[in-house]
């Protein structure tokens, strides 16, 4: 068994909170607690802004030891100790409009904002997204065109399946210079070319002076690929999607709702 691991770094939804849960299971809080307890850094690395996950900073002790989080899909990156942002990428307002442009009248979009999230029109799908999880308030203005130069960290494009598989195709083919990853069956993320958890882990550890071959890193999400194959060690969860795996290669593993327990129980000392 490798021991030389310096990091570990999970996604939350569908990872650190395993599918059917609402919580991180006792069992991962405990090996997060003792990763610090050995000196090995513990990140998050996430889709939600950072209000989605400042409850979770006490349970895990990561106001109490050197820990950082990538939210919005690579967009930030804080400083959890601290309590500030160290890293931002935004979308550029000349793609809000080209976006507008491409996807209203099929779905609805949502712009991830500082404080809040704009909503192009109601839609059941963005409400429910998160909404009950955190302190960020939803807001869907007669004209959002006006909320455009507001620095925006991420776009999510949002109805049920079928349409966004139309979408995905037709946004991948008409905005070059951002990146588009598909987060589940009804959301399309829209980021900085930049914006990647991938992009934003590789800034992080540059920062710390580690090496990405000393990382292990966890996700089930087509948003966690480019973060899993950067990585000394890139774990994908059985739970992630066919097409998932093809990217990553792997047929994924079985660790019940204890990702971060299995890491530490089989991938270090």
């Known amino acids: 068994m490798r021991s030389s691991y310096k990091v570990v770094v999970c996604d939350i939804d569908g990872t650190l909170i395993a599918p059917g849960r609402e919580t991180i299971s006792q069992e991962n809080i405990d090996a ?3 990763l610090h307890e050995k000196g090995i850094l513990f990140v998050l690395a996430t889709g939600r802004v950072f209000q989605g996950i400042k409850h979770l900073i ?50 609805a979009y949502l712009l991830n ?19 009950d999880k955190i302190d960020y308030d939803f807001y869907w203005p007669q004209d959002i065109k006006k909320h455009f130069n507001t620095p925006t960290y991420r776009v ?5 399946g079928s349409i966004i ?30 914006a990647d958890k991938g992009i934003a882990l590789e800034y992080l550890m540059n920062t710390l002076n ?26 994908l969860l059985d739970n992630a999607s066919d097409a ?11 660790a019940k709702d204890h990702i971060v327990d299995y890491i530490l129980k089989n991938k270090i000392n």
């Open 58 to 107: 006490p349970l895990l002790g990561l106001d109490k030891v050197a820990s950082f989080a990538i939210c919005n899909n690579g967009a930030q990156i804080f400083d959890l100790r601290n309590n500030e942002e160290i890293y931002s990428k935004t979308v550029d307002s000349h793609y809000l409009f080209q976006i507008d442009d491409l996807v209203s009248g099929q779905a």
């Open 244 to 254: 998932v795996k093809t990217q990553v290669k792997s047929s994924g593993i079985h």
């Open 32 to 34: 997060i607690h003792q």
């Open 156 to 160: 999510m494009v949002t109805e049920e």
């Open 165 to 194: 598989d139309s979408l995905e195709k037709v946004l991948h083919n008409s905005l070059v210079g951002v990146s588009i990853a598909r987060n589940n069956d009804i959301f399309l993320d829209i980021t900085h070319i930049e």
């Open 210 to 235: 580690i090496d990405l071959s000393e990382v292990i890193a966890c996700g089930d999400g087509g948003n966690d690929v480019n973060m899993l194959k950067k990585v000394g060690l890139g774990l």
């Open 113 to 131: 904002q500082k404080e809040f999230a704009v909503m192009s029109k109601y839609n059941q799908y963005g409400i429910q997204h998160d909404h």
